[in-house]
């Protein structure tokens, strides 16, 4: 909650920056801990939602491992205290020098998603003389009923080890010395709030499981990703996601043996809500047919809603509630059409220099921030040191 007392404190400030609640980090962490923890569930967070280094160090300190998707993530994860042990790394495009390092490094496993790219790892590995824990990615084929650009489970998507390759993906592993097949791994996309979508992939798990094994594989660990949505309409009544719903529906549906461990990655979920993007009204401008309010953020700080009509809540923090409100369409600084945070945003009577906050910018904020038009280096300001 971004009240009049903190919106205060925000007077002096050059904006745009990032304001990271550290309040609502620490609920979000401590909520997902616990419900993870009492099941027996191991949790990686995924950097790429957000790899700023104070949250970072909450994440770590909590006890939690880090999903990586590129060899500079992983670096950044070991700096940050995350021991390799808790280290994934992911992605359909790993280079040489990558999995290099993260050989080097010895880390958790690699989640792999192509033949390919096992024979690469296996070669590398046999180079090095050590051995390389591998994690399958398998494609299961589940529609996650979320935007087509963050949908990843289904067979046209670029991802995973397609399934008609898993036979012979099999053989190969047989013949990689220097792989240890650890378990199997899936995601099936992001900013899934529909619960059920879960659930067929609980389904997927357990078929494919049960393939491997009925070949003489053993699987030791269930990886099924992240994906666990939340809700960018009400950030303030609702900040929190339903943990507890979410790993339920995992420890039910899901078959396991008692050596058989569970992993997550979960991104968004974890920091989303901490995050908002405040920026100042440079102008009101009436068009024909629309009023604007050209804020001083763009999609250079916030992508998110230029790459995938995002939503994100607007909040006036200067401008006094009224029961009358207006319709503007909220757009940055940025030379793109695109370049818009919201249509006919309902907001009370909004004027140059009041202070407007973009909701639920935690995840895929910061990090997708870039320098087009040359805009200056994003800023942050942490609620506990205001
Ligand atoms: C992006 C990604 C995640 C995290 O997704 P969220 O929707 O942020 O939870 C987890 N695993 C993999 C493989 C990913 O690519």
């Known amino acids: 909650m971004i009240n009049t007392d903190i919106a205060t404190k925000f007077a002096d400030r050059e904006t745009p920056f990032y304001y990271y ?142 399934n008609a390759d898993l036979e012979k993906c099999a053989s190969v592993l047989k013949k990689c010395e220097f792989i240890e097949l650890v378990g199997l791994h899936f995601h099936v996309g992001s900013q899934i709030t ?56 995992f420890d039910r549906f899901l078959e396991r043996k008692p050596y058989q461990e569970v992993h997550f990655e979960l991104g968004r979920a974890l920091v989303a809500q901490c995050g908002s993007l405040i920026s100042r009204v440079l102008y009101v401008k009436n068009g024909v047919k629309k009023n604007f309010l050209v804020l001083d953020a763009g999609m250079t700080e916030l992508m998110r809603p230029a790459l995938y009509q995002a939503y994100h809540k607007i909040d006036n923090l200067s401008a006094v509630e009224t029961e009358e409100s207006l319709n503007y369409d909220v757009v940055g600084p940025i030379c793109e059409s695109s370049d818009c945070f919201g249509k006919e945003v309902p907001l009370p009577d909004s004027g140059r220099g009041d202070l407007i906050a973009i909701r639920s910018a935690g995840a895929y904020g910061e990090v997708m921030a870039s320098r087009y038009n040359l805009r200056e280096e994003i800023r942050f300001v942490y609620s506990d040191q205001l």
């Open 21 to 162: 609640d550290m309040d609502v980090l620490a609920r979000t962490l401590e909520a997902a801990h616990e419900a993870s923890q009492k099941r027996g569930f191991h949790v990686h967070y995924a950097l790429k939602a957000n790899f700023n280094d104070v949250l970072l160090k909450r994440i770590q300190e909590i006890g939690f491992g880090a999903d990586c998707v590129s060899g500079n993530e992983v670096r950044k994860a070991i700096e940050c205290g995350f021991t390799p042990q808790n280290i994934t790394f992911a992605g359909v495009g790993k280079s040489d020098k990558e999995i290099n390092y993260a050989l080097t490094q010895q880390i958790f496993a690699f989640n792999v998603e192509s033949i390919q790219e096992l024979e690469v790892i296996n070669e590398l590995a046999s180079k090095q003389g050590v051995k390389a824990n591998v994690a399958l990615r398998i494609n299961p084929n589940v529609d996650a009923h979320t935007h087509h650009y963050i949908t990843t489970g289904l067979d046209e998507n670029k991802f995973g080890v397609p």
């Open 194 to 249: 529909d619960m059920t979508v879960f659930k067929s992939l609980c389904v997927k798990v357990n078929e494919w499981k049960s393939w491997f094994e009925e070949r003489g594989t053993q699987i030791r660990v269930l990886n099924v990703g992240g994906g666990l949505g939340i809700d960018y309409k009400n950030p303030d009544g609702n900040s929190i996601p339903d943990f507890e719903a979410y790993f339920d529906i």
